[in-house]
């Protein structure tokens, strides 16, 4: 099979590898769409728990191909989706029921073999059905969805908050989404894309405020104007520690400053301890998921989720290159599917 494959950090191509056997509970998909994340940029430099050599992707839908002898619940032919983690069960977090900082965690996709390629193999456990009026591309983002589910879990948003969010990526979008249907009176989305804040305002009922890069006091003052005392929950959803810094001059007394976007590892921001302590901010992070896929899966299929209109590109995994340097040079684009 065609796989794109990463022999070290920087360094791939598009190559033959073997097609791996399904044995035992095992089930092997072909890989019909698998999206391409920010996450998979800082992979591509070699951080975030990556393992080398690798074959990346860890959001991915498809159709099974062929199962071990052992696999009870799908068949060849189904359309499904997979959860790309899998814990061990038995170290010090999985024992503490903390399953999302596993000791001997495999991300498929991170330090696993995954979804940039024709076929990827998964356990049983891992795969759940798609439904037929669902696509592929988007099937290929169940797992940002269960990431915004445990966002949603993290933050624990009241009914009635005020909730100022930047950054309206694609997982950005589906937080939105989340935070609306868990009863935001009022969802203001910052972003620097026209288009993705369109899209915030139609999937999510979101404000929308257009952010200036070359003179941030002009978004600076339109959101304080407009939310003189701050607001109950903000979000970072982009990623910058530029934009992560300054959360917390939005944020009412007792607010949730959430840090969901993935910033580089070697960042450092400022806050000021006496303004945490006096205003009772509560600083939170939410990182990746682990037990919530089922529940993105139910969202996603039931169409609860708005997706269709994410996915705004396309490229098969020759156009990786391509692809990435979209992604790296803030070239307009919401969500990008590679299709193997």
Not at 9 to 36: K, N, Y
Not at 243 to 265: I, T
Request: aromatic residues 6%; negative net charge; charged residues 20%.
């Amino acid at each position: 099979m065609k796989a794109l494959v990463y022999s070290a950090p920087g360094q791939f191509s598009v190559t033959d590898v073997p097609t791996p056997q399904p044995r035992g509970v095992e089930v092997l998909i072909r890989v019909r769409a698998c999206g391409l994340c920010k996450t998979d940029v800082h992979i591509h430099h070699g951080h975030f728990l990556s393992a080398f050599p690798l074959i990346p992707g860890h959001e991915f839908a498809g159709e099974v191909a062929a199962v071990g002898e052992q696999v009870q619940r799908v068949k060849v032919g189904d359309r499904v989706v997979a959860d790309n983690e899998r814990q061990c069960g038995t170290c010090h977090y999985c024992r503490i029921g903390k399953p999302l900082f596993c000791e001997n965690a495999v991300m498929q996709g991170v330090n696993a073999p995954g979804g940039f390629a024709e076929y990827v193999l998964v356990e049983e456990e891992q795969v759940y059905p798609l439904a037929d009026q669902i696509s592929f591309d988007e099937g290929a983002l169940v797992e940002p969805a269960a990431c915004a589910v445990h966002g949603i879990d993290v933050i624990d948003p009241r009914i009635g908050d005020d909730i100022l969010q930047f950054g309206a990526g694609p997982t950005g979008l589906i937080l939105a989404q989340l935070l609306r249907h868990n009863g935001a009176a009022r969802l203001v989305m910052a972003d620097l894309s026209p288009a993705k804040l369109k899209l915030a305002a139609r999937a999510a009922g979101a404000e929308m405020v257009l952010v200036d890069r070359d003179d941030p006091q002009v978004h600076v003052k339109i959101i304080k104007d407009g939310q003189p005392r701050g607001f109950d929950i903000v979000v970072d959803a982009t990623g910058v520690p530029r934009v992560q810094e300054g959360l917390p001059q939005y944020a009412d007394f007792g607010a949730k400053v959430v840090y969901y976007g993935v910033a580089p590892e070697e960042a450092t921001v400022q806050l000021s301890p006496y303004d945490v302590f006096r205003r009772e901010l509560k600083i939170l992070g939410s990182f990746s998921q682990a037990r919530t896929f089922d529940r993105a899966v139910r969202l996603v299929n039931t169409g609860v989720l708005q997706l269709r209109d994410m996915v705004t590109h396309t490229f098969p995994l020759e156009g990786w290159g391509d692809a990435l340097c979209m992604v790296t040079e803030g070239r307009e684009n919401i969500k990008i599917v590679i299709t193997p």
